[in-house]
């Protein structure tokens, strides 16, 4: 199975493990490493790198961050870069790490960045928009 690691500032990574948990119940291959205000790159780093000793070896790893050039997504680019099939996300939202969670079986980390994007394309969404979808999916019904 494949291995995910979520990362981010904050204690997003431990916010959206529990929300997960709460959705899903307890996952597999699945870490998550906060990087709070109190923390270093180096320190990121290293949480990171155990991270990815604890995951399957023979298994794929996608990294799953919040924010485009953040630290957390700098330090798992450089790992990534290092490792053969391994990827990383930014942009993470919970509808994605969700619906990629339960996916995740089968895929190579390739497949696996693939259907995220159109998952998290999928899933930023607004009110108006949905509203919308499902007025132009119910046919009018014509009267007497």
């Known amino acids: 199975m494949l291995g995910i ?3 981010g500032h904050g204690g997003f990574a431990s916010g959206m493990e529990n929300a997960m948990k709460q959705i899903l119940g307890e996952q597999s291959q699945f870490i998550a490493i906060d990087f709070p205000e109190t923390s270093t790159t180096a320190l990121l780093t290293s949480q990171l790198e155990q991270a990815v000793s604890e995951l399957d070896a023979q298994q794929d790893i996608v990294f799953l961050t919040d924010l485009l050039g953040g630290t957390p997504f700098r330090v798992a680019s450089t790992l990534a870069m290092q490792r053969q099939g391994t990827e990383v996300i930014t942009g993470t ?7 990629m969670v339960l996916e995740r079986d089968g895929l190579t980390s ?4 693939l259907q995220a994007l159109e998952c998290g394309h999928r899933g930023l969404t607004s009110l108006v928009d949905e509203l919308g979808r499902c007025r132009e999916e119910k046919p009018v019904e014509e009267g007497i």
């Open 5 to 7: 690691i979520l990362t």
């Open 93 to 99: 939202n919970l509808q994605l790490l969700l619906e």
């Open 110 to 113: 390739e497949a696996f960045r």
